[in-house]
């Protein structure tokens, strides 16, 4: 019954990708407009000399860094704040507008600020930590709130040492939680960094790639890099997806 | 420990009002009493996890089992117990889990164990921990009669090997008759009845002791404090 149940919802996901494919070939063919919107075919076919250049290989592990150094960076940050909060009443109260602050400042003028302060390169890591910083800190949060909810009593009427409390229980408990969004917050890092790499026209990038593309109104290049990127944050999905099935065994 | 004129409030409800209580050492006191009776709050004055007015005396150092185990879902039964422990005791953990009838099961985790085994694994923890008082807080209420009946007789056997200071807040007389030396019933804050338990624990679990019949008199009467 779990394997039917399991190949079911395959199909069903499959299913939708069909549609989502059948769409764009029905829409290829009402706006008849190759700058406007290249047919699935070229796309593909371009995809194919797309992943046969050297130079996209390049470009793809560079953003791919990219996104892993924001995504470290705002988990490290995110994670050790979020304790710091939890732990200290004070600390979660002086940490609130600061969060605000970063979550709502407009990622365009951060762009623009980082541009004058540090290198194309550095710019579109920052951005995409920044952007990830407050989901990972509300997350982290929200799970170390339920796993003190849940045990705080006990740690409180055995005086269990605060080390061991953060290490044998808030972050096993809270990791979870943390794993099963990390594919989001992931795939969320990689669109930031591209849209950084645009703006800050960061060389050997998959955003500057891109940008090379529209410039020349090579559509058909463009849509191949966009569904490239696509496949790229499925992986990475999968790839955490994966890290979590394997690391919290302890789980029915 | 001697509590004296103990009194609680949470916003306009009392809790306690004026309870003076002397614990013996090394010996069951069960404390019933309805819901809201003011049970849990006395267990938390006992323990230091609450506010209140009126003085403590000898206040010891704490064990506890709760109503629920409580284990951490991420270590097995034997980490669980060492998670608590200072680690001059973590050699006896082993050792301990085995009393309590889970040789064999120190590397289950606790979605591998009963409900039973949790407890029991619970009840390990609790004994284990240096304590001079324990402190249960109806501990078997979510069990069924059976499983009540065993793990009491259990606590009743662990008490024998350590004969520590056992307080524990029950709503049911049996458990009360079966385990405690001594009853103290509080109705509306304040102590309606304390008194003495004949004979040793554990007494019989299905039979009904001349404790429990006057423990149901207690509780069901409309008494005038």
Redesign the interface.
């Known amino acids: 019954m779990k394997v039917a149940k399991k190949y079911q919802n395959a199909l069903l996901s499959l299913t939708a990708i069909v549609a989502l494919w059948l769409v764009w070939i029905a829409a290829y063919y009402i706006v008849r407009n190759d700058y406007v919107l290249p047919s699935f075919w070229d796309a593909f076919a371009e995809m194919g000399r797309i992943l046969a250049d050297a130079s996209f290989w390049r470009a793809f592990w560079n953003t791919f860094l990219r996104t892993l150094w924001a995504f470290l960076a705002s988990m490290a940050l995110g994670i050790a704040m979020a304790v710091c909060s939890h732990l200290t009443a004070g600390l979660r109260v002086f940490f609130a507008p600061v969060i605000s602050v970063v979550r709502t400042v407009p990622t365009m003028a951060v762009i623009l600020m980082l541009l004058l302060w540090t290198t194309p390169s550095m710019v579109p890591v920052i951005v995409s930590a920044l952007v990830l910083f407050p989901a990972v800190y509300a997350a982290a949060l929200a799970a170390l709130d339920e796993v003190g909810e849940n045990y705080g009593e006990l740690t409180r009427a055995f005086r269990v040492p605060l080390m061991r409390r953060i290490g044998k229980m808030y972050l096993p408990l809270a990791a979870p939680v943390m794993l099963k969004q990390a594919g989001g917050i992931f795939s969320l890092g990689l669109k930031v960094v591209i849209s950084g790499e645009v703006l800050a026209s960061t060389y050997r990038s998959l955003g500057g790639m891109m940008q090379d593309a529209q410039m020349y109104l090579n559509m058909p290049r463009l849509m191949a890099l966009t569904l490239l990127v696509l496949f790229m944050g499925f992986v990475l999905e999968g790839v955490c997806y994966f890290a979590y099935r394997l690391i919290v065994r302890w789980r029915t | 420990m001697i509590l004296r004129d103990i009194c609680k409030k949470y916003d306009k409800i009392t809790a306690l009002d004026h309870v003076s209580l002397a614990l013996e050492e090394r010996k069951i006191t069960a404390i019933l009493g309805e819901s809201g009776a003011g049970k849990t709050t006395l267990l938390n004055v006992l323990?230091g996890?609450t506010s209140f007015e009126g003085s403590v005396e000898g206040r010891k150092v704490?064990?506890?089992l709760?109503q629920s185990p409580?284990l951490?879902?991420?270590?097995t039964a034997e980490?669980n117990l060492k998670?608590?422990l200072p680690k001059s005791v973590h050699a006896a953990a082993d050792e301990m889990l085995g009393k309590v009838g889970l040789a064999g099961r120190e590397r289950a985790?606790p979605?591998e164990l009963s409900g039973g085994e949790r407890q029991r694994v619970a009840i390990a923890r609790a004994f284990l921990?240096p304590h001079e008082m324990l402190l249960m807080d109806e501990p078997f209420a979510s069990l069924d009669l059976s499983l009540k009946k065993s793990l009491i007789e259990l606590v009743a056997s662990l008490w024998e090997q350590s004969r520590s200071s056992i307080v524990f807040v029950t709503h049911d007389v049996r458990e009360a008759a079966m385990l405690a030396h001594r009853a103290v019933v509080l109705k509306h804050g304040r102590v309606a009845a304390d008194f003495a338990v004949e004979g040793s624990p554990p007494r019989g679990f299905f039979e009904r002791t001349p404790c429990e019949e006057r423990l149901v008199r207690i509780l069901t009467e409309e008494v005038e404090l």
Do not use: D, I, R
């Open positions: 323990a996890q704490c064990s506890y709760f409580k951490l879902p991420n270590l980490q998670f608590v985790y979605h921990y």
